[in-house]
């Protein structure tokens, strides 16, 4: 069956002496695995195509296991995002934590759309911690995993400060925060950040100024709940982290 797609490279890995497959994430068919036959030959029409980030049409035939590109169109190379150092690790972040929190089937359009608008955002050189921060959430609140931030999930207190409780998924209050002596504390600046998160569409970011204290609150807050409720090895987070040490 011939396949037409809008989709984002995610994954690109060789296969054969000139070869590529890379998995795509599409508009419309969740997870796809294509094939793009010469794609590391230097003259090849369809190199391009197989580059991480990519944003284009791929067309291509399937009748079961992997796919084979037909044809494609670049609509978005994303070369940007390839170049800068900074910006290729959190790209790759991002793709590899779509890659792995996603079945093949589970993907719908909201997905492909929060992806892109991701990678567009940092292309377009928003704070690319906050950025991933934001696409962080929605890949929790996706997975069904998102925390409840508007009162004390152990007896409602809608009244500050309060820590953040993985386990217990969601805030507590000062009064019940004993009960998660692991729970991470919560600056203002940092509690109002993820409940926009928790609510912000990727498409409606627009440039945000953020504390390095905060930052640092919401790095915190992220990695907490992304390794409680996700538990995904990442390469590319370990080596995020050690970029984050150099700069």
Not at 17 to 45: F, H, P, W
Not at 46 to 72: D, I, K
Not at 213 to 223: H, P, Q
Request: net charge positive; proline share 3%; glycine share 8%.
């Amino acid at each position: 069956m011939l396949y037409r797609v809008e989709g984002i490279v995610i994954r690109s890995m060789d296969y054969g002496e000139g070869n590529k497959i890379v998995t795509l994430l599409t508009k419309t068919n969740g997870k796809a695995g294509v094939l793009i036959r010469g794609a590391k030959k230097l003259k090849s029409k369809h190199s391009s195509l197989a580059q991480p980030f990519t944003y284009g049409e791929f067309v291509y035939f399937r009748s079961s296991g992997l796919g084979t590109l037909n044809h494609g169109e670049i609509i978005e190379s994303h070369h940007l995002l390839r170049e800068k150092l900074d910006l290729a690790a959190y790209s790759s972040y991002v793709a590899e934590l779509t890659d792995r929190s996603l079945q093949d089937d589970e993907a719908t359009g909201f997905h492909f759309e929060q992806l892109k608008a991701c990678l567009a955002a940092l292309q377009e050189g928003k704070d690319a911690q906050i950025v991933t921060h934001l696409y962080e959430m929605r890949i929790l609140d996706l997975s069904g995993y998102a925390p409840a931030l508007d009162e004390c999930v152990s007896c409602g207190n809608v009244v500050g400060p309060f820590t953040l409780s993985p386990y217990a998924g969601g805030i507590l209050c000062t009064r019940c925060k004993g009960k998660d002596p692991h729970s991470v504390p919560l600056g203002e600046g940092a509690y109002k950040l993820l409940r926009l998160f928790r609510r912000m569409d990727m498409r409606r970011l627009g440039s945000i100024q953020v504390k390095p204290e905060t930052k640092a609150e919401l790095k915190l807050s992220m990695r907490k709940l992304m390794d409680t409720h996700l538990g995904l090895q990442l390469k590319s987070r370990n080596f995020l982290d050690q970029l984050d040490k150099l700069m």
